[in-house]
Nanobody, 116 residues
Framework: QVQLVESGGGLVQAGGSLRLSCAAS????????MGWFRQVPGKEREFVAA????????YYADSVKGRFTISRDNAKNTVSLQMNSLKPEDTAVYYC?????????WGQGTQVNVSS
């Protein structure tokens, strides 16, 4: 099993920054993808950003390109999401995700609120 624990959510004014972190523990794999999704009430969970653990390729949703940066710390098994120039529409619960083969693991979610 894999456990994912997120931290770093909170309240920030529009234009501000927040940094989310997700620590993975439990079973290890040779290659996998970790990323972030977000969800607002009444809407489907949407992809935000992801990073391949082997090679470090990164992927972003168009809505966050140029504002968010995903990174990893191999030694700590941690993935982070640096969010800059935040907008009210970034308000959501952010979920950490680990995808390996056909399996998906999720964190408990952390709330991000961006006030206008």
């Amino acid at each position: 099993q894999v456990q994912l624990v997120e931290s770093g959510g909170g309240l920030v004014q529009a234009g501000g920054s927040l940094r989310l972190s997700c620590a993975a523990s439990g079973r290890t794999f040779s290659d996998y993808t970790m990323g972030w999704f977000r969800q607002v009430p009444g809407k489907e969970r949407e992809f935000v950003a992801a990073i391949r653990w082997s090679g470090g390729s990164t992927y972003y949703a168009d809505s966050v390109k140029g504002r968010f940066t995903i990174s990893r710390d191999n030694a700590k098994n941690t993935v982070s999401l640096q969010m800059n120039s935040l907008k009210p529409e970034d308000t959501a619960v952010y979920y950490c995700n680990l995808e390996v083969g056909p399996f998906d693991y999720w964190g408990q979610g952390t709330q991000v609120n961006v006030s206008s």
